[in-house]
Structures are given as structure tokens and as C-alpha cells.
């Protein structure tokens, strides 16, 4: 009822707003990684202490979810590979429930699921598990669900309930369960010293004072959704660990705003959508300051030239201004390896910003639910 909107119009809107405190509720006594963290109830509900054997046991990661859940997926990628060194497959749940694969009985499954209810990814896992792969690991939002109590291992995040069907705090949360996990996995393979270990956490504790700070970026986010409001079409560009972050960005832009959005790693342009690039089709641009920015910046030059108008997420550290065909809108400092989970921000609230500004029915759109609970 609008009694819990409390200031807000809409839930979606509350929920990009609970974001600090729903990472916070998701960090709470996360003093170290242990595999405590990722270890699943038994029948009796006895915690299970199963997961430093099944990490030390597994030599990839397969990932599998739908939706914002599978662009969680597409981060964590990244940081598994390059952090933990394990190799590591992302894929629709619907496409991977129907294909031949090649089993190999030592991959980790992990599901990600908002509401641990989804169709397809359950028949995803129950495939996987068919096919001999007995890890399986979720990271889910709901205690109760299916999913957990299918899969050996799980992460509950503490998003809270999420009654706007555009996810936002079940990503964030999702991307920080799934660091914890790629720490986790690192330890048990000798790839994370105490010191690193150190750093991570004090950066994870964090997050929630630097999210606020992206959170007061609204007003100028809402100047960006006046300009989006009266267009068609839109593409975002992100590369590395911050393209599914671009990916994420068009989803939610699609959702709740029925503007069409697709997103591209940025050398990609060169290979098709810069055909598309005019005056009328704003670029939105995911620009941390790390070391594939100057790749980017010569990125952003190309839709410059042919008259594109970039809306660009810059670093504080970076030097990055705004010009004539180039807006900018200043985010904290780099945020190293957790950067996705702040520049995600500002595009939740321009997609929300946006539809509202469209008139759209930002918590329920069209033909879209909560929860996909068939096929
Ligand atoms: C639906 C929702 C999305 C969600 C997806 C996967 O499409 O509208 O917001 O990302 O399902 O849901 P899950 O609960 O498995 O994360």
C-alpha cells in the first residue's frame, strides 16, 4: 500500500533506494571468507560444512539464471576468471536446459535466481544435475525456494522482498554474493592472500556509504531522462566486467520504458550498430576509470564523428568532461573490482526516470512478470 512507499512514487523506485542497506543486510557478519558463507542446510536444517571439499574438487564454473539474474551471471564471469583463475561459462537458462553440452562432472553449477522459482532455470539445474554434475551451488533472494533446496550449496542475498518486476536490488545484491563466491573460490585455490582478502572486505564494507553518494546523482539523472523520454531508440556501450552492465542497463530501459535498447561492448561498434548512430539515437556510455578507458574514450570519438550524443558514467578520477554532444555525469572515484555494482545505479534510475516521465507503469509492464514460474 502507499503507506509503504513512504517518499517514493513507486516500488521500483524504493527499491533502487534500498540498495545500501540491502548490501549492508547482505555483508552482515561476513568477517572473512569462510565456507561457512556458501554452505546449505541439511534435512534436520544443520548447516552442512560441504563447500571448501566441493570448491577444492571443482575446475569450472558453469553459470545459469535469466533475465537481470543472467547479467549478474555475465559480471561474475569476469571476476572468476581473473581473480579465482577458474574457468567460468555463462548461459541462458533456456537455451542451456535444450542444447547438447559436454558434461565434465567437475564444474560447480551455479544458479542465480531472484526468486529461486524460475521454470527455467530449475529445469536448467535439474539438466545439469542429469547430466552428472552433482555441485550445484545457488544465489537466490528467497530461503523458501525451490532452488535452494535443490541445489547442495547456497548464498541467501538480503535483498528483502522485490515487488517491482524490473529487478534492482536483488542485482546488486546478486553481484555481491557473487564476489564473495569468486573470493571463496580463490581461497581454495591458493589465489587469495590474507592481505588481498583484507582489502576486498574493507572495499565490500564500503559500498554502502559510495552507493548513497551515486544515489544523490538523481537530479542529474532525472535531466538525462527528460532528453530519453521522447526517444525510440537508445544503445548503451560498456566493455569488459561493465558491458553486462551496459546489457543490464537496455533491459531495464526495455522493461519499464518500452524504449528500444540494445547494448554493445564498445570495439564492437566498428561491426554493425555504428550504421545506426544519428542525432536522435542518445549513446549511453559505461565509462570507469580503468585501463580500457582510453580504448573507450577513441570508442566514444567514433559515435562523436558521426553526430551521436553520449550520455557518459565517468569515474571522479578520470578526466572526462562534458562538451557539446557529450553529457557527463560524475560517479565516485574508481571503484576497482567492485565498480559494476555502482555504475548499474545511475541506469536503474534513468530507466525509472524515464518511464515515468513516459507514463508507463513503471511496477508492472506490459506483459511482463514478477516471476516466470512456467516455461
Ligand atoms: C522475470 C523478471 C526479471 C527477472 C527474471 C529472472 O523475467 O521480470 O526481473 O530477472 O524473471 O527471475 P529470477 O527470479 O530467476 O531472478
Not at 531522462?225 to 569488459?240: H, P, Q, T, V
Not at 531495464?252 to 570495439?267: C, R, T, W
Not at 518511464?355 to 507503469?361: I, K, M, P, S, Y
Amino acid at each position: 500500500g502507499a503507506a509503504e512507499l513512504g517518499p517514493y512514487r513507486h516500488y521500483m523506485q524504493k527499491e533502487i533506494f534500498e540498495q545500501p542497506r540491502a548490501v549492508a543486510d547482505t555483508l552482515e557478519g561476513v568477517q572473512a571468507i569462510v565456507p561457512e558463507l556458501f554452505d546449505g542446510l541439511d534435512a534436520e536444517g544443520n548447516t552442512q560444512t560441504a563447500a571448501w571439499r566441493v570448491f577444492k574438487e571443482i575446475d569450472s564454473v558453469l553459470i545459469l539464471a535469466c533475465g537481470t539474474s543472467y547479467y549478474s551471471g555475465c559480471t561474475a564471469k569476469y571476476w572468476i576468471e581473473a581473480i579465482a583463475g577458474i574457468p567460468c561459462n555463462v548461459e541462458v537458462a533456456s537455451e542451456y536446459r535444450y542444447r547438447t553440452s559436454v558434461p565434465n562432472p567437475r564444474t560447480l553449477v551455479v544458479t542465480i535466481s531472484q526468486s529461486g522459482e524460475t521454470a527455467d532455470t530449475l529445469a536448467a539445474l535439474r539438466h545439469a544435475q542429469s547430466l552428472g554434475m552433482t555441485h550445484t551451488l545457488t544465489v537466490c533472494n528467497v530461503a523458501t525456494s525451490a532452488m535452494v533446496r535443490e541445489c547442495e550449496l547456497a548464498y541467501i542475498t538480503r535483498a528483502g522482498v522485490e515487488i517491482g518486476v524490473a529487478s534492482t536490488k536483488a542485482f546488486t545484491t546478486q553481484l555481491l554474493g557473487l564476489f564473495l563466491l569468486t573470493l571463496a573460490l580463490a581461497q581454495s585455490k591458493d589465489r587469495l592472500t590474507p592481505e588481498q582478502e583484507a582489502k576486498y572486505l574493507a572495499s565490500m564494507r564500503h559500498l554502502p556509504v559510495a552507493l548513497q553518494s551515486v544515489l544523490a546523482l538523481e537530479p542529474q539523472v532525472i535531466s538525462w531522462a527528460e532528453d530519453f523520454a521522447s526517444k525510440e531508440n537508445a544503445l548503451f556501450l560498456g566493455r569488459g566486467m561493465h558491458y553486462p552492465i551496459a546489457l543490464e542497463g537496455a533491459l531495464k530501459l526495455k522493461e519499464i520504458s518500452y524504449i528500444h535498447a540494445e547494448a554493445y561492448p564498445a570495439g564492437e561498434l566498428k561491426h554493425g550498430p555504428l550504421a545506426l548512430v544519428t542525432s536522435s539515437m542518445p549513446v549511453v556510455t559505461v565509462a570507469p576509470h580503468d585501463e580500457l578507458l582510453e580504448k573507450l574514450k577513441s570508442n566514444m570519438q567514433e559515435v562523436r564523428a558521426r553526430g551521436g550524443v553520449l550520455y557518459v558514467l565517468a569515474d571522479g578520477d578520470s578526466q572526462i568532461e562534458s562538451e557539446e554532444g557529450m553529457h557527463v555525469i560524475r560517479m565516485p572515484e574508481h571503484y576497482g573490482a567492485l565498480s559494476p555494482i555502482l555504475h548499474v545505479v545511475p541506469l536503474q534510475l534513468l530507466a525509472y526516470h524515464t518511464a515515468v516521465a513516459r507514463g508507463t507503469d513503471v511496477d508492472k509492464p506490459r506483459n511482463l512478470a514478477k516471476s516466470v514460474t512456467v516455461e
